[in-house]
């Protein structure tokens, strides 16, 4: 889970179609992520609640963990300009409908709806070593709900343990594959979120960092980050 101001975009050339390969579709999402590297984290961005109008933010001066992800999709899926808003709606409601309860709060969100263009590949990474935990999604463990307005949902959640992850483990992610930060707190899928960039030998993540005296779009190498976290859910473009 982790103003209404649209800015010029600029996309990426040569813009890959839902039938290129995935690799073509990771090395897009990679190119236009790197557009917002050093954009100011803010949280709290989006505007609606159980009690607010819903509305369609479209800002992309400031982002968090999860918005950043989704203006990236959104981008990815547009080959103009004229298109984002409608592929952003598609990206963070379910079925396009622009209303709190249909928003994508949760990073599972994106596999558990077939819409998103977006599978779990937390098992094929893993190479047997992942981890399956049972949440009751938006559920505090004091029985309050995380997001008021917002039902609860038992899901499954795949996760690779910190502790696996080796060599092994990081030839399988590709360039552009979504990571969440496994969360072990109740009620939650993800602390965190970000996009995998492999270059020139080294694996990073680019997010959009929280972090006092950060508070930007950055990169940091994978596993130093990864430091002390429960483990990682990967998931990629179909």
């Not at 917002?36 to 803010?42: E, K, R, S, V």
């Not at 249909?102 to 558990?112: K, L, Q």
């Not at 590949?121 to 992942?130: A, F, K, N, Y």
Request: net charge neutral.
């Amino acid at each position: 889970m982790c103003l209404c101001c649209v800015t010029t975009l600029h996309l990426a050339t040569a813009p890959v179609s839902a039938a290129g390969s995935q690799q073509e579709a990771g090395a897009r999402v990679v190119a236009l992520a790197e557009a917002f590297l050093g954009t100011p984290y803010a949280e709290n961005t989006l505007i609606g609640g159980p009690t607010q109008p819903e509305q369609l933010v479209t800002d992309l001066s400031r982002l968090d963990c999860f918005t950043f992800l989704d203006v990236i999709e959104a981008q990815r899926r547009s080959t103009q300009d004229a298109e984002f808003a409608t592929r952003l709606r598609q990206v963070r409601y379910r079925n396009g409908l622009v209303d709190y309860a249909h928003r994508r709060h949760f990073f599972s969100d994106w596999v558990a709806d077939r819409d998103t263009m977006i599978v779990d590949v937390s098992r094929v990474i893993g190479q047997g070593r992942t981890v399956q935990s049972i949440k009751q999604l938006n559920l505090r463990k004091d029985g309050s709900l995380w997001l008021p307005g917002i039902a609860t949902v038992e899901r499954a959640i795949d996760y690779i343990p910190t502790g696996q992850i080796d060599e092994q483990v990081l030839a399988a992610l590709q360039t552009g594959d979504y990571l969440g930060v496994y969360s072990h707190a109740d009620g939650l899928d993800v602390s965190h979120t970000g996009i995998v960039v492999k270059e020139s030998g080294r694996i990073f993540l680019r997010h959009a960092s929280s972090r006092v005296g950060v508070r930007r779009v950055v990169d940091e190498e994978l596993r130093p980050y990864l430091a002390g976290k429960p483990g990682i859910v990967v998931y990629r473009i179909r």
